[in-house]
């Protein structure tokens, strides 16, 4: 296993793919950010220099980071934000894992323009468990622009008490495409006819879904957040913030031009929304120039086409015959340690006395699950005073297994009685090694929406999914114990509930939350403990000297 190093600067990018000039936080002035190559075992060494404005951390999305929560990056979770001027060395290894993930900020909006891409491969040269692709090739999508700092995007979001600025674009690679006013450039990929290629997609937006075609050709699915699927056919790839989706595209059409477009997958437009479009070009060896001026166009499903979106979130199954690497056994474990439900939700909170909150009755929008709503600590990480023993003042090891109350979550006027949350700093404590299983239910104490969950530091089994209210004496009968699908990020359906189990075998401190990038700091986070085992291979280490304070 190779050691492989990358320098980062964090600092100002001035660019200008519509019309009007920006100035970004990008790292080393690209944007994308750099691709990191490694295979399975190795270690990355990433030294990270804060040359913007900004405080920031870089978290690696869907890394395991088994034993280096140090490394894992979430402010104010893991670590306390490097301040400008600052610099912080990220160390870890990829292991147990193959395939496609990403890294991005950690802190406020800045991912928006703070990303790219982190693919791993078999060590060795080991062969995929799919066909040799002629050529692999990363796509962003997609990146969302706003002709605006995206910042100050979020502080008035979180100001006002409504929802975000609508963004002014949606990209591939960085790249608008044409049909938005003054996009100078699309992004573009050449093919020859007859050979497969490895599409590496990643939903690096902050708050859309998306469905994503190119025309004329399908598509075979053979992984998911860095695991390997069963090969899964499909003419449409259905994506969620914080997904990743390998698939298998043949050039197996007459040689001409084509597009590829993504447009967002919105259950419920109840506020508006960037609806546009954004288009790729994937062209033949020899395409006439006639189909070069007149690509052919994909015909997108409705943005609210909820049953497509199921039926691709549905249909992946792992692919239990390849291990991750480094001895992953992928095994469902069948006992139960840890039984937890979490709703979870956008819901109305009263303003503060003297406060003016912007929502309807001078309320404020919220999110919560289980009805805490949660707290950041601002003077230390968690991950540190857990590790120091200084939980006192800064988090409670409480957090609730259950909903405070049982109500009938999909239905907005029954559960808009029950809109109270609290605003703590509260988590729950894992035994290592703990196995837990999680329903999450979505809840319409507002509306119900989208949600895709992420859960740092692990990957889960879905073992199943389902709208409505989550009825576990019939569901469960249901669960697939043989071959779900292992994600770190699941996109909850909409009004609907999710039953996933991981293995709790990874000491530290490990956030879930929404990705849906505004939602964050509204408190649609929960954050575990996973204490340490008895053994030197089950106990974190102290952290790296470098670590920033806050
Ligand atoms: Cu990709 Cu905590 O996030």
Known sequence: AAIVKHTFHVGNLTLEPLCKEQVVVAVNKQLPGPTIL?????????????????????????????????????????????????????????????????????????????????????????????????????????????DANVVDVENEALASGRGPNVSDAYTINGKPGALYSCAKESFSMKVSAGKTYLLRIINAALDSQFFFKVAGHNFTVVAVDAVYTNPYHTDVVVIAPGQTADVLLRADQPPATYYMA????????????????????????????????????????????????????????????????????????RRVDERMLITFGLGLDQCPPGGNCGGPGNSRLTASMNNVSFQFPSKTSVLEAHFNGVATGIFTDDFPDNPPLVYDYTNATAAAAFTATEKRTRVKRLAYGAVVEMVLQNTAVLSTENHPIHLHGFNFFVLAQGFGNFNRAR???????????????????????????????????????????????????????????????STLPPPPADLPRC
């Open 262 to 333: 993504a447009h967002p997958y919105v259950s419920a437009p109840l506020v508006p929304f960037d609806d546009s479009t954004t288009l790729g070009i994937l062209q033949y060896e020899n395409a006439s120039s006639s189909s070069i001026a007149n690509p052919a166009m994909p015909e997108l499903p409705p943005v609210t086409d909820t049953p497509t979106a199921h039926t691709f979130y549905t249909n992946i199954t792992r692919l239990m015959s390849r291990r991750g690497g480094n001895g992953y056994v992928p095994v469902v474990p």
């Open 38 to 146: 490694a295979q399975e075992g190795d270690t990355l060494v990433v030294d990270v220099f804060n040359e913007s404005p900004y405080n920031i951390t870089l978290h690696w999305h869907g890394v395991f980071q088994q034993l280096t929560a140090w490394a894992d990056g979430p402010s104010y979770i893991t670590q306390c934000p490097i301040r400008p001027g600052n610099k912080y060395t990220y160390k870890f290894k990829v292991s147990g894992q193959e395939g496609t993930l990403w890294w991005h900020a950690h802190f406020a909006n800045l991912r928006a323009t703070v990303y790219g891409p982190l693919i791993i491969r078999p060590r060795n040269n080991k062969p995929y468990p799919f066909p040799k692709p002629y050529a692999e090739v990363p796509i962003l999508l997609a990146g969302q622009w706003w």
């Open 475 to 537: 569901e469960e009968e249901k669960f697939n114990l043989v071959n779900p699908q292992e994600r770190n990020t699941i996109a909850v359906p909409v009004g609907g509930w999710a039953a996933l189990r991981f293995t709790a075998n990874n000491p530290g401190v490990w956030m879930m939350h929404c990705h849906m990038d505004v939602h964050v700091p509204r408190g649609l986070v929960a954050v575990f403990v996973v204490e340490n085992g008895g053994t030197p291979s």
